[in-house]
């Protein structure tokens, strides 16, 4: 048996190799085009129609720019990159206009075109039309946010149900959690969604004003209550009137002050500092704290009368590292923030940096997932924010580049600076405001700090 002779490869006319290839582009979903070194289209398939409501006869012979109107155009076009260097795009993200105005979401692909001889010949470009993946993002995220709240953890979402009729009582709120949780969004949630939402919501940092100087800022003075005291001046709560007013780290209230602050909960009335007048305050109040306050109470750092009075509904917030699920919901929020402050078109992070986070124990909790994203939108100038984007403490360690790892036993300088650190913890009963302050140093390096040689507070 003589073997089987080789099969000739089928030679098609040049008219019969165009209508090939044009029946292959039109069997394709994706949007293609190509034009050439003038920017002018050349083909057009029938994806690139539907999409963009524009026939390939109205496309064809017509600069791409002025057929799509995308936000690329002007600046970082994909096919003038790719023109000018012979180097793909992949899945940049964009948007265009069709031809009834509408926005379109896209991602685009553009690769270079060159005859046998390598001369350049212009560039193809496939656009996947993103509408129904953005629809799909879009109620996701309408079902886990509130108010600029993110979050699908359960206890979010039983904060999500109960907060509208929260918000439209008049109840005092208690709002309970670690630093960098998101009390202070919580707090604004109930005031925007009160009936007071038109009127002042003033804030109260009980962890930065100075005993001294804290009853005149919370209840204002009198001309002639001391020695500077020139003219009248008001107070926080008369700023508030009608309105709501915020105490954010009231543990951190003077126990004169815990005193006062019950007369206005209980009674709704205060005096001024120096005044002999009473007046009135029409006031919500919302505090909250990043310590237990029971714990506090049962060690008789805080009024229980105090306690019960803010405590009237209590919400807590759990750290980042106890709801996971909610850092990936975050930092689409994040990209999609930082997009619109700062220009740009970061499409999102890559694979490898949603598992370094997602393994991440994330002491500051989301306002330093916030800033890890910041710091990647600063480093990043391509589409996606990517290990190398992000701070030093947060890449695994697996990830770091040979010689970088800390093998070395801890210096007599770091041995003394954990001590330093662990005494003011102690002084300050595991505050870490207090402890940064008495450091002078800010609490995001503490916390870094506290991280880097493994020591735990005592609040924590």
């Known amino acids: 048996m003589t073997p089987a002779e080789p099969q000739q490869p089928i030679l098609l006319?040049?008219?019969?190799?165009?209508?090939?290839?044009?029946?292959?582009?039109?069997?394709?979903?994706?949007?293609?085009?190509?034009?050439?070194?003038?920017?002018?289209?050349?083909?057009?398939?029938?994806?690139?129609?539907?999409?963009t409501g524009m026939s390939a006869a109205e496309a064809i012979g017509r600069r791409c720019s002025d057929v799509f109107h995308a936000n690329i155009c002007e600046r970082g076009c994909a096919l003038r990159q790719t023109l000018k260097t012979g180097c793909e795009q992949i899945d940049l993200p964009a948007?265009?206009?069709?031809?009834?105005?509408?926005?379109?979401?896209?991602?685009?692909?553009?690769?270079?075109?060159?005859?046998?001889?390598?001369?350049?010949?212009?560039?193809?470009?496939?656009?996947?039309?993103?509408?129904?993946?953005?629809?799909?993002?879009?109620?996701?995220?309408?079902?886990?946010?509130?108010?600029?709240?993110?979050?699908k953890s359960e206890a979010f979402q039983k904060i999500f149900a109960i907060l509208p009729d929260i918000a439209e009582s008049e109840s005092t709120v208690l709002i309970e959690g670690p630093s960098g949780s998101g009390k202070e969004l919580l707090a604004r949630a109930v005031h925007n969604l009160s009936t007071r939402s038109n009127e002042p919501y003033v804030v109260v940092n009980c962890g930065t004003l100075p005993a001294n100087l804290f009853e005149s800022e919370l209840f204002g003075y009198v001309q002639g209550a001391f020695t500077d005291a020139k003219r009248s001046k008001p107070g926080r709560i008369a700023l508030a009137e009608r309105g709501t007013i915020f105490f954010d780290e009231v543990a951190e209230l003077p126990p004169p002050t815990q005193v006062k602050l019950l007369r206005v909960l209980q009674e709704r009335e205060y005096e001024p500092l120096g005044g002999t007048k009473t007046l009135k305050?029409?006031?919500?109040?919302?505090?909250?704290?990043?310590?237990?306050?029971?714990?506090?109470?049962?060690?008789?750092?805080?009024?229980?009368?105090?306690?019960?009075?803010?405590?009237?509904?209590?919400?807590?917030?759990?750290?980042?590292?106890?709801?996971?699920?909610?850092?990936?919901?975050?930092?689409?929020?994040?990209?999609?923030?930082?997009?619109?402050?700062?220009?740009?078109?970061i499409a999102g992070v890559t694979p490898a940096v949603m598992e370094a986070l997602m393994r991440h124990d994330f002491p500051g909790n989301v306002r330093e997932l916030e800033n890890i994203i910041e710091y990647g939108f600063v480093l990043c100038h391509n589409g996606?924010?990517?290990?190398?984007?992000?701070?030093?403490?947060?890449?695994?360690?697996?990830?770091?580049?040979?010689?970088?790892?800390?093998?070395?036993?801890?210096?007599?300088?770091?041995?003394?600076?954990?001590?330093?650190?662990?005494?003011?913890?102690?002084?300050?009963?595991?505050?870490?405001?207090?402890?940064?302050?008495?450091?002078?140093?800010?609490?995001?390096?503490?916390?870094?700090?506290?991280?880097?040689?493994?020591?735990?507070?005592?609040?924590?």
């Open 384 to 460: 996606t924010i990517d290990l190398h984007h992000l701070p030093e403490d947060v890449i695994p360690l697996d990830e770091c580049p040979e010689g970088t790892r800390e093998e070395q036993p801890p210096s007599q300088l770091q041995l003394a600076e954990v001590e330093v650190i662990r005494n003011a913890l102690k002084a300050n009963r595991g505050h870490l405001g207090k402890t940064a302050q008495a450091l002078q140093i800010s609490r995001t390096t503490l916390w870094r700090k506290m991280k880097k040689h493994r020591i735990e507070s005592a609040n924590r």
């Open 95 to 151: 948007r265009i206009l069709d031809r009834q105005g509408r926005s379109i979401p896209i991602s685009v692909s553009t690769a270079a075109m060159h005859d046998d001889e390598g001369n350049l010949l212009g560039a193809v470009e496939t656009f996947r039309d993103l509408s129904a993946i953005e629809q799909l993002r879009r109620e996701i995220t309408n079902r886990y946010t509130f108010e600029d709240i993110v979050g």
């Open 281 to 345: 305050a029409n006031v919500r109040v919302v505090a909250a704290t990043n310590r237990k306050l029971a714990a506090m109470v049962s060690e008789d750092q805080f009024r229980d009368d105090l306690y019960f009075r803010l405590a009237v509904i209590r919400l807590n917030i759990p750290p980042l590292c106890k709801r996971r699920g909610d850092i990936p919901l975050l930092v689409d929020h994040f990209v999609q923030r930082f997009n619109a402050k700062r220009g740009k078109r």
């Open 13 to 51: 006319s040049p008219d019969k190799e165009k209508r090939f290839t044009e029946t292959i582009l039109n069997s394709i979903a994706d949007g293609v085009f190509t034009v050439d070194r003038q920017w002018r289209i050349t083909s057009f398939n029938r994806a690139a129609e539907r999409i």
